[in-house]
């Protein structure tokens, strides 16, 4: 058994990280600002989660948003960063490859130029990562969450 998947409440409580405090205060801000949450409300839920000790105690404070808040935490600014930075350094892989390619083509002299084969293919891998970024940016939060919110 992982030590992540002991129970949260009763005799065996597990201690609460600041991590996982502050992915709670990340997503209470994000709910605040789309409208979610008033401020009083956001300030109480933040000072709550600040103050938690154990995991079970920051479970309600984001509990009553959709989707336990992760929506909002896959929708903030350094989420959509890191989406574009993936999507460049997929981009370089792919122009790389395709120079890399090229260059064996030429070597071959082979007259059908047969790169365009696997390039095709990098390209439409590549077309699909810009496009479902957010939906890669929900995966990679739910699997970054603590446990306690998944």
């Given amino acids: 058994m992982h030590p992540s998947d002991a129970p949260w409440s009763g005799p065996q409580r597990l201690r609460t990280s600041d991590a996982e405090r502050e992915q709670v205060a990340t997503i209470l801000r994000a709910a605040m ?3 979610r949450l ?4 956001g300030e109480e839920r933040l000072s709550a989660g600040y103050a938690a000790t154990y995991r079970d105690e920051l479970v ?3 509990a009553d948003l959709p989707d336990g808040g992760r929506r909002a935490l896959a929708e903030t600014p ?3 960063a890191a989406t574009r930075r993936d999507v460049r350094r997929h981009a370089g892989i792919v122009a ?3 120079v890399l390619l090229t260059g064996l083509w030429v070597l071959s002299g082979a007259h059908f ?3 365009a084969i696997p390039l095709a293919f990098l390209v439409i891998g590549l077309m699909k990562h810009a496009r479902h970024g957010a939906a890669h940016r929900d ?3 739910r699997a970054h969450l603590a446990p306690h919110h998944r």
Wanted: charged share 25%.
């Fill in 38 to 41: 008033t401020l009083d409300e």
């Fill in 33 to 35: 600002a789309e409208g």
């Fill in 60 to 62: 309600p404070l984001t």
């Fill in 139 to 141: 995966r990679y939060y």
């Fill in 96 to 98: 790389l490859l395709a």
């Fill in 113 to 115: 130029f047969w790169p």
């Fill in 78 to 80: 350094q989420a959509r």
